[in-house]
């Protein structure tokens, strides 16, 4: 389980989070929605420890998470806005690097790195990860952050990039991991994509959560102002879409 | 681990960044006296600031398991082979054009160990100190540099002493294990990495 609570973040002048309150389940699929320069990466940040809240607290199974916390780190695994990678390796190499980083087994790792290489069709990329697409590289970090089966995972945008047939064979990994018990907690712009996968999606709106809802519960609130009921997609929009009086169309085109 | 980043290091040149251990080397053995640790003081931040002289991203160690004492003995065991690899280089060169003599050589040798040996346990230290939280760029830079500067001027001036004496070359050998053990003992009492408490406050 992971526990968000009241978490307050400000850059310089600028209050990004003001009191972020979200529960994860076990085996629950949580998606994070926003507009861009929410706070969703903030959030993420801050869930990792990679970045330390104003005030605010995480617990991660009942444990309270400090930046000095240690022993939580190998339950967790982590996708970043920016993939992270070893420029000069090859993905093997990288996996099987991450994988010693987790004190992985040397007999385990090397199967695991070529499943995993298979999985994600990585198994024939022999050049340099600085040389792979942008789907490519994003593929890489979400096989890093399965090599060492942890138990909690937080994904920021881990779709970026990636073709339509990785993204379903990862989404069916992602459903079978939360049916084991792994809890996912995962921002994506991508609303088609993750409507099918998530068991809640959460609205992170001027630094506070708006909504936490199932989809089901989404349904039944989608509604226009006159109760014209709306699909879910439409809806989430309106509520994002601060500057509602903007044009659509451009005048020169 | 050591081989991949080692791979790493080659393919993005870094050991390069290290040939001023090959001239230091030829021109300790030209000027037959043991001034090769010198080089290290060209190069304070490959040691004080090790986490980020890696080339691992500083985010991929915060978010894995690996123990500190693992990733600095990583990133020491790479330092040593590379410069003991130009070092050796030049001595070898040397050897052929100046016709040292091999005792001399391998005192310089044992000495110039001996100073990455402490460079390396002021290094690990220093990149897990409270020193890091110093508000000023400028300030932290100046503290790190000196303290790191400090402690192998210390030993430089040492080892210039003991190249007076005739047991010399005992000397230095009995010596060598001594800075190994101490080390080795500082790299396992390192528990946490202090480092991400800076970048962690300053990740903004």
Known sequence: MISISNIHKAYKSTQVLKGVDLGINSGCIQAILGANGAGKSTLIKIAACILEADSGELFIDNEKITIDSYSYREKMGYVFEQPMYIDKLTPYEYLYFVGKMYGIEKQTIGNRVNELLVFFGLHESDCYIERLSKGMKSKVSL?????????????DEPFDGVD????QKTTR???????KGCTILITSHQYDVIADLCDRFALLKDGKILFNQTLSDLETAAKEPNGNPISVKQYIETLMDDNTSSPNELSWV | MLLILLKHQIRSVFFMTLVTAFFASLAESYLTIAIAPLVLMLHPKLFYNAYSSMLISIIQIRISNIKPSKILALHNLSLLIWFTFWYLLGKLLALFVLHTSLSTELFHYLAFTCCLLLSFTAGNHLSNSDLFTYKFPFVRLLTLTLAFTFCLTFLLSIILIISAYHHKLLTITLLLPVFFGIWYSGLRRLKEITYFKFLVRNND
């Open chain 1, 143 to 155: 096989a890093a952050a399965l090599i060492h089966n942890p138990k909690h995972l937080i994904l």
């Open chain 1, 164 to 167: 339509f047939l990785s993204v």
């Open chain 1, 173 to 179: 990994l992602l459903r079978s991991l939360a049916e």
